[in-house]
């Protein structure tokens, strides 16, 4: 039995409200599922995976305006990278 921490991982996550917007910004956007709902399908897929694999997944909210802001304040291009890294710098504090 191991006393490693669990490892947490940031998954970014969109509102039904923000999807196409959020989607429009991205220079990979071909890596975005065309909808909300097959994006959803997919998300929820990976997170379950996640779990199973024992990571502690952290739904993280990308909000189109701020993400925006962090990627003109980190000379980042909008794409999956930024993505990825955006989760993991703003996922909020583990509660254990």
């Known amino acids: ?6 490892r947490r991982i ?3 996550w969109y509102r039904r409200e923000d999807y196409t917007r959020i989607r429009d910004m991205m220079v990979d956007r071909h890596n975005l599922s065309p909808t909300y709902e097959t ?4 998300a ?3 997170e379950s995976v996640g779990r199973e ?3 502690e997944i952290v739904r993280v909210t ?6 925006a802001r ?3 304040e980190k000379g980042r291009e909008p794409d999956s990278a930024a993505r990825a890294a955006y ?3 703003t996922m909020p504090p583990s509660a254990s």
């Open 62 to 67: 990308i909000e189109p305006a701020a993400f």
């Open 39 to 42: 994006w959803l399908a997919a």
């Open 87 to 89: 989760a993991a710098e």
């Open 10 to 12: 940031g998954l970014p």
């Open 44 to 46: 929820e897929n990976n």
């Open 1 to 6: 039995m191991s006393d490693a921490p669990t």
């Open 70 to 72: 962090w990627c003109d």
């Open 53 to 55: 694999a024992g990571l």
